[in-house]
Protein backbone atom coordinates (compact mmCIF):
# COMPACT_ATOMS: atom_id res chain seq x y z
CA UNK A 1 0.00 0.00 0.00
CA UNK A 2 1.24 3.73 -0.84
CA UNK A 3 2.65 5.10 2.45
CA UNK A 4 3.05 9.11 2.20
CA UNK A 5 5.30 8.31 5.50
CA UNK A 6 7.69 5.81 3.79
CA UNK A 7 7.85 8.35 0.17
CA UNK A 8 9.39 10.92 3.04
CA UNK A 9 12.04 8.46 4.51
CA UNK A 10 13.32 7.51 0.98
CA UNK A 11 13.55 11.01 0.07
CA UNK A 12 15.49 12.07 3.25
CA UNK A 13 17.74 8.92 2.95
CA UNK A 14 18.82 9.54 -0.83
CA UNK A 15 19.07 13.20 -0.22
CA UNK A 16 22.22 12.25 1.90
CA UNK A 17 25.32 13.48 0.95
CA UNK A 18 28.97 11.78 0.62
CA UNK A 19 31.30 13.34 3.23
CA UNK A 20 34.61 12.52 2.12
CA UNK A 21 37.74 12.77 4.29
CA UNK A 22 40.15 15.64 4.49
CA UNK A 23 43.61 14.83 3.18
CA UNK A 24 45.18 16.41 5.89
CA UNK A 25 43.00 14.18 8.60
CA UNK A 26 43.92 10.95 6.24
CA UNK A 27 47.67 11.84 6.94
CA UNK A 28 47.10 11.72 10.46
CA UNK A 29 45.16 8.67 10.41
CA UNK A 30 47.57 6.62 8.21
CA UNK A 31 49.75 7.24 11.03
CA UNK A 32 47.78 5.47 13.80
CA UNK A 33 46.13 2.86 11.60
CA UNK A 34 49.45 1.63 10.86
CA UNK A 35 49.81 0.75 14.45
CA UNK A 36 46.26 -0.19 15.31
CA UNK A 37 45.81 -2.55 12.41
CA UNK A 38 48.41 -5.26 13.98
CA UNK A 39 48.35 -4.17 17.44
CA UNK A 40 45.45 -5.43 19.19
CA UNK A 41 44.85 -4.50 23.17
CA UNK A 42 48.58 -5.83 24.08
CA UNK A 43 50.70 -6.91 21.45
CA UNK A 44 54.16 -8.49 22.76
CA UNK A 45 57.43 -8.09 21.17
CA UNK A 46 60.64 -9.32 22.74
CA UNK A 47 58.95 -8.62 26.14
CA UNK A 48 57.17 -5.64 25.14
CA UNK A 49 53.48 -4.73 25.37
CA UNK A 50 52.02 -2.41 23.35
CA UNK A 51 48.60 -0.31 23.47
CA UNK A 52 47.04 1.45 20.76
CA UNK A 53 45.06 4.83 20.91
CA UNK A 54 44.73 4.72 24.37
CA UNK A 55 42.76 7.85 26.74
CA UNK A 56 44.27 8.96 29.92
CA UNK A 57 42.52 11.17 32.37
CA UNK A 58 44.35 14.76 32.32
CA UNK A 59 43.15 16.55 35.58
CA UNK A 60 46.12 19.02 34.50
CA UNK A 61 43.46 20.06 31.48
CA UNK A 62 40.04 18.61 32.39
CA UNK A 63 39.94 15.93 29.76
CA UNK A 64 41.41 12.98 28.30
CA UNK A 65 44.41 12.44 26.77
CA UNK A 66 44.91 10.85 24.11
CA UNK A 67 48.77 8.65 23.80
CA UNK A 68 48.92 7.28 19.99
CA UNK A 69 51.60 4.14 21.31
CA UNK A 70 52.61 3.14 24.85
CA UNK A 71 55.16 0.43 25.07
CA UNK A 72 56.00 -0.98 28.12
CA UNK A 73 58.99 -3.61 28.66
CA UNK A 74 60.37 -4.46 32.27
CA UNK A 75 63.12 -1.92 32.22
CA UNK A 76 61.07 1.20 30.68
CA UNK A 77 57.84 2.97 29.86
CA UNK A 78 57.87 4.81 26.88
CA UNK A 79 54.70 7.27 25.64
CA UNK A 80 54.66 7.66 21.92
CA UNK A 81 53.65 10.66 19.38
CA UNK A 82 53.21 8.81 15.98
CA UNK A 83 53.56 11.38 12.99
CA UNK A 84 53.29 11.46 9.07
CA UNK A 85 54.28 14.77 7.97
CA UNK A 86 56.35 15.70 4.82
CA UNK A 87 57.94 18.72 3.95
CA UNK A 88 60.27 20.77 6.29
CA UNK A 89 60.05 20.41 10.26
CA UNK A 90 61.88 23.49 11.82
CA UNK A 91 61.61 25.13 15.71
CA UNK A 92 60.85 28.97 16.19
CA UNK A 93 60.27 30.90 19.31
CA UNK A 94 59.59 26.69 20.99
CA UNK A 95 56.84 26.15 18.53
CA UNK A 96 57.58 23.75 15.71
CA UNK A 97 56.74 24.83 12.06
CA UNK A 98 56.16 22.39 9.51
CA UNK A 99 56.82 23.73 5.50
CA UNK A 100 54.45 21.65 3.70
CA UNK A 101 55.06 21.92 -0.58
CA UNK A 102 52.24 23.72 -1.36
CA UNK A 103 53.83 26.55 0.82
CA UNK A 104 51.49 26.17 3.81
CA UNK A 105 53.64 26.71 7.06
CA UNK A 106 51.48 24.88 10.57
CA UNK A 107 52.27 25.77 13.45
CA UNK A 108 52.80 23.50 16.54
CA UNK A 109 53.50 23.03 19.93
CA UNK A 110 56.92 21.82 20.46
CA UNK A 111 55.38 18.24 20.68
CA UNK A 112 58.11 16.94 23.26
CA UNK A 113 57.11 19.55 25.41
CA UNK A 114 53.18 18.94 24.64
CA UNK A 115 53.81 15.05 25.75
CA UNK A 116 55.09 15.44 28.58
CA UNK A 117 51.54 16.87 30.29
CA UNK A 118 50.46 13.43 29.08
CA UNK A 119 53.13 11.55 30.55
CA UNK A 120 52.19 13.23 33.65
CA UNK A 121 48.63 12.23 33.15
CA UNK A 122 49.30 8.98 32.58
CA UNK A 123 51.77 8.47 36.09
CA UNK A 124 49.14 9.83 37.83
CA UNK A 125 46.95 7.32 36.67
CA UNK A 126 48.80 4.13 37.36
CA UNK A 127 49.74 5.41 40.38
CA UNK A 128 46.02 5.40 41.59
CA UNK A 129 45.77 2.01 40.24
CA UNK A 130 48.79 1.18 42.85
CA UNK A 131 51.11 0.60 39.74
CA UNK A 132 53.44 3.61 40.69
CA UNK A 133 56.65 3.82 38.66
CA UNK A 134 59.26 6.27 39.10
CA UNK A 135 60.65 8.54 36.73
CA UNK A 136 63.76 6.96 36.12
CA UNK A 137 61.88 4.05 34.36
CA UNK A 138 59.78 6.37 32.12
CA UNK A 139 60.32 8.25 28.62
CA UNK A 140 58.46 10.43 26.13
CA UNK A 141 59.26 9.84 22.30
CA UNK A 142 57.49 11.52 19.11
CA UNK A 143 58.44 9.07 15.99
CA UNK A 144 57.97 10.47 12.79
CA UNK A 145 57.30 7.70 9.72
CA UNK A 146 57.08 9.77 6.50
CA UNK A 147 60.80 9.50 4.79
CA UNK A 148 59.78 12.64 2.74
CA UNK A 149 59.81 14.80 6.16
CA UNK A 150 63.28 16.88 6.16
CA UNK A 151 63.70 17.77 10.02
CA UNK A 152 66.10 20.72 11.21
CA UNK A 153 69.00 19.93 13.21
CA UNK A 154 67.38 21.74 16.19
CA UNK A 155 64.70 19.30 16.71
CA UNK A 156 66.08 16.45 15.24
CA UNK A 157 69.17 16.21 17.89
CA UNK A 158 66.44 16.15 20.76
CA UNK A 159 66.70 12.76 22.24
CA UNK A 160 62.77 12.37 22.55
CA UNK A 161 62.96 12.16 18.76
CA UNK A 162 62.97 9.93 16.50
CA UNK A 163 63.49 10.50 13.01
CA UNK A 164 62.53 7.93 10.13
CA UNK A 165 66.17 7.74 9.22
CA UNK A 166 66.74 5.83 12.35
CA UNK A 167 63.94 3.82 12.25
CA UNK A 168 64.81 2.39 8.43
CA UNK A 169 68.13 1.04 10.62
CA UNK A 170 65.58 -1.05 12.37
CA UNK A 171 63.48 -1.40 9.42
CA UNK A 172 65.83 -3.49 7.40
CA UNK A 173 66.57 -6.29 10.35
CA UNK A 174 62.86 -6.57 11.26
CA UNK A 175 60.78 -9.86 10.32
CA UNK A 176 57.13 -9.66 9.62
CA UNK A 177 54.32 -10.54 7.82
CA UNK A 178 53.65 -6.79 6.58
CA UNK A 179 55.41 -3.33 6.11
CA UNK A 180 53.48 -2.29 8.81
CA UNK A 181 54.93 -5.12 10.96
CA UNK A 182 58.09 -4.64 10.71
CA UNK A 183 57.63 -0.87 11.47
CA UNK A 184 56.39 -1.33 14.46
CA UNK A 185 58.42 -3.28 15.30
CA UNK A 186 61.66 -0.80 14.39
CA UNK A 187 59.64 1.85 16.57
CA UNK A 188 59.76 -0.58 19.58
CA UNK A 189 63.47 -1.77 18.64
CA UNK A 190 64.08 1.90 18.51
CA UNK A 191 63.02 2.45 21.89
CA UNK A 192 64.03 -0.75 23.53
CA UNK A 193 67.77 0.26 22.40
CA UNK A 194 67.61 3.23 24.19
CA UNK A 195 67.16 1.18 27.12
CA UNK A 196 70.49 -0.75 26.78
CA UNK A 197 72.37 2.45 26.56
CA UNK A 198 70.59 3.57 29.58
CA UNK A 199 72.23 0.49 31.25
CA UNK A 200 75.88 1.33 29.98
CA UNK A 201 75.67 5.10 31.10
CA UNK A 202 74.07 4.32 34.32
CA UNK A 203 75.09 0.84 36.16
CA UNK A 204 72.42 1.81 38.53
CA UNK A 205 69.58 0.99 36.29
CA UNK A 206 67.38 -1.79 37.04
CA UNK A 207 64.04 -3.68 36.31
CA UNK A 208 60.60 -3.11 37.43
CA UNK A 209 59.80 -5.46 40.23
CA UNK A 210 57.16 -8.17 38.31
CA UNK A 211 54.36 -7.55 40.23
CA UNK A 212 54.85 -3.42 39.28
CA UNK A 213 54.71 -4.47 35.69
CA UNK A 214 51.74 -6.81 36.05
CA UNK A 215 49.96 -4.01 37.56
CA UNK A 216 50.95 -1.39 34.81
CA UNK A 217 49.73 -4.15 32.61
CA UNK A 218 46.16 -4.08 33.80
CA UNK A 219 45.70 -0.52 33.78
CA UNK A 220 46.88 0.07 30.42
CA UNK A 221 44.84 -2.38 29.05
CA UNK A 222 41.62 -0.83 30.57
CA UNK A 223 42.23 2.40 29.18
CA UNK A 224 39.65 3.41 26.28
CA UNK A 225 40.63 4.17 22.85
CA UNK A 226 38.21 7.20 21.39
CA UNK A 227 34.98 5.58 19.73
CA UNK A 228 34.62 5.87 16.11
CA UNK A 229 31.98 7.04 13.00
CA UNK A 230 31.68 5.74 9.65
CA UNK A 231 29.55 8.47 7.57
CA UNK A 232 28.82 7.84 4.01
CA UNK A 233 31.19 8.73 1.74
CA UNK A 234 33.86 7.57 4.00
CA UNK A 235 35.12 10.35 6.54
CA UNK A 236 35.32 9.12 9.96
CA UNK A 237 34.78 11.01 13.58
CA UNK A 238 36.28 10.33 16.64
CA UNK A 239 34.73 10.99 20.46
CA UNK A 240 32.22 9.31 22.59
CA UNK A 241 29.04 8.03 20.70
CA UNK A 242 26.37 8.73 24.20
CA UNK A 243 22.88 7.87 23.23
CA UNK A 244 21.88 6.35 19.78
CA UNK A 245 17.81 7.15 19.64
CA UNK A 246 15.70 4.50 17.09
CA UNK A 247 12.55 5.15 16.84
CA UNK A 248 10.88 4.80 21.04
CA UNK A 249 14.55 2.65 21.90
CA UNK A 250 17.35 4.77 23.51
CA UNK A 251 20.12 2.82 23.75
CA UNK A 252 23.49 2.93 25.74
CA UNK A 253 26.68 1.92 23.82
CA UNK A 254 28.18 1.73 27.33
CA UNK A 255 28.14 -1.77 27.84
CA UNK A 256 28.99 -2.95 24.37
CA UNK A 257 32.58 -4.71 24.13
CA UNK A 258 35.36 -2.73 23.03
CA UNK A 259 36.17 -3.01 19.61
CA UNK A 260 32.25 -4.18 18.87
CA UNK A 261 31.03 -2.72 15.69
CA UNK A 262 27.68 -1.27 15.16
CA UNK A 263 26.64 -1.83 11.08
CA UNK A 264 23.56 0.62 9.70
CA UNK A 265 22.71 -0.79 6.99
CA UNK A 266 20.75 1.96 4.61
CA UNK A 267 19.46 1.13 0.99
CA UNK A 268 20.75 4.16 -0.63
CA UNK A 269 20.13 3.26 -4.32
CA UNK A 270 17.30 5.77 -5.88
CA UNK A 271 15.09 3.04 -7.93
CA UNK A 272 15.82 0.02 -5.75
CA UNK A 273 15.49 1.30 -2.49
CA UNK A 274 12.34 3.17 -3.59
CA UNK A 275 11.10 -0.65 -5.31
CA UNK A 276 11.52 -3.22 -2.40
CA UNK A 277 10.00 -0.23 0.15
CA UNK A 278 7.01 0.03 -1.24
CA UNK A 279 6.25 -3.70 -3.08
CA UNK A 280 8.22 -5.42 -0.57
CA UNK A 281 7.78 -3.50 2.17
CA UNK A 282 11.37 -3.96 2.91
CA UNK A 283 12.86 -1.30 5.39
CA UNK A 284 15.31 1.23 4.03
CA UNK A 285 16.94 1.21 7.27
CA UNK A 286 18.55 -1.60 9.89
CA UNK A 287 20.78 -2.71 12.68
CA UNK A 288 21.26 -5.05 14.90
CA UNK A 289 23.32 -4.39 18.61
CA UNK A 290 23.83 -7.08 20.82
CA UNK A 291 20.98 -9.42 20.57
CA UNK A 292 18.01 -6.72 19.36
CA UNK A 293 17.44 -6.22 15.57
CA UNK A 294 15.88 -2.49 15.07
CA UNK A 295 14.84 -0.83 12.07
CA UNK A 296 15.86 2.73 11.24
CA UNK A 297 13.86 5.81 9.99
CA UNK A 298 16.39 7.91 8.00
CA UNK A 299 14.20 11.34 9.27
CA UNK A 300 14.39 10.70 13.38
CA UNK A 301 16.41 8.48 14.15
CA UNK A 302 20.08 9.95 15.81
CA UNK A 303 22.88 9.24 17.58
CA UNK A 304 24.15 11.73 20.75
CA UNK A 305 27.66 12.46 20.24
CA UNK A 306 30.59 14.21 22.08
CA UNK A 307 33.20 14.91 19.00
CA UNK A 308 36.68 14.94 19.98
CA UNK A 309 38.50 18.72 20.70
CA UNK A 310 34.73 19.96 20.58
CA UNK A 311 33.15 21.33 24.04
CA UNK A 312 29.52 20.66 22.91
CA UNK A 313 27.47 17.59 22.12
CA UNK A 314 26.22 17.25 18.93
CA UNK A 315 23.42 14.83 17.69
CA UNK A 316 23.85 13.14 14.48
CA UNK A 317 21.08 11.55 12.08
CA UNK A 318 21.36 7.89 11.56
CA UNK A 319 20.91 8.08 8.07
CA UNK A 320 24.57 10.05 7.83
CA UNK A 321 26.53 7.02 9.54
CA UNK A 322 27.43 3.78 8.12
CA UNK A 323 28.94 2.48 11.19
CA UNK A 324 30.14 2.87 14.89
CA UNK A 325 33.28 1.36 16.37
CA UNK A 326 33.11 1.36 20.20
CA UNK A 327 36.39 2.35 21.96
Not at 114 to 136: F, M, Q, T
Not at 195 to 205: H, P, Q, V, Y
Not at 243 to 255: N, Q, T
Request: with cysteine; aromatic share 8%.
Amino acid sequence: MFSRDKLKQWRELIRVKPQFENPEVLAGRQAEDFLAQIVESNLKHKGAYCFVGKRVPNNEKACRSEIDLIVLTKKQLHVIEVKNWSGLLSSHNGDWIQHKSDGQQLRFDNLTAHNSSKLRALVDYLHSYGAAIEPRFISQKVVFINPRLQIAPQIAQDPNVIPRSRLDKYLKSQKGASFSERMLHSVIESCTSSEAGSIILDGLFKAMQRKQLKLAVQALGELRSWDLIGLHGGKILQGDARKLYIGSHIIDPEPLERESFITLKWRRQKVSALLKSYLLNMALGKTKIGKQRYVLNPIEDNLKFHKAGQAEISRIPLKEIEWIKRG
